[in-house]
């Protein structure tokens, strides 16, 4: 019986034996700095959406949507074929492209909330210029 329960017990161990599986980008620790940076990249993206749609409301565009698409796309495209083209680089060369890919989502998020915020701070000044200069020709009247 001892024996037999032993001969089980080394199955379960042989299945959850996770030391042959390779790291999913190269080395261990990078997965979780993947996590975070992914995490963080798809709050801003919310975020900056969200923006986008109160200060400009005929913005259309999604960006977590965007952000799910170059995710799966990632996953199911990127990875696999940086890994077949490089398969002793290619999972680091996959979490480079990803991080290049969401500098330019972040980027482009950016800089685009800035030129928004932009116009609608110029669009006011004028306003209050002017609000002015009509104060002004009325009490010269």
Known sequence: ???????VLDQFK????????????GSGGLFWVFL???VGVRLYL????RTLREL???HRQDLVKRFW???????FFLRPLCIVSSP????????LLNEIINAGLVLGAFLRLRYVRSEEARFEDW????????????DRA
Not at 1 to 7: H, P, S
Not at 46 to 49: K, P, V
């Open 1 to 7: 019986m001892t024996e037999m329960l032993q001969g």
């Open 14 to 25: 042989s299945i959850l034996d996770i030391s042959g599986v390779l790291p999913i980008f």
């Open 36 to 38: 975070m940076i992914e």
């Open 46 to 49: 919310g975020s900056a959406s």
């Open 56 to 58: 400009e409301p005929d």
């Open 69 to 75: 698409v170059k995710l799966v796309l990632l996953v």
């Open 88 to 95: 002793e680089d290619g999972r680091f060369n996959a979490f």
């Open 127 to 138: 306003t209050e210029l002017d609000a002015a200069e009509g104060m002004v020709g009325e």
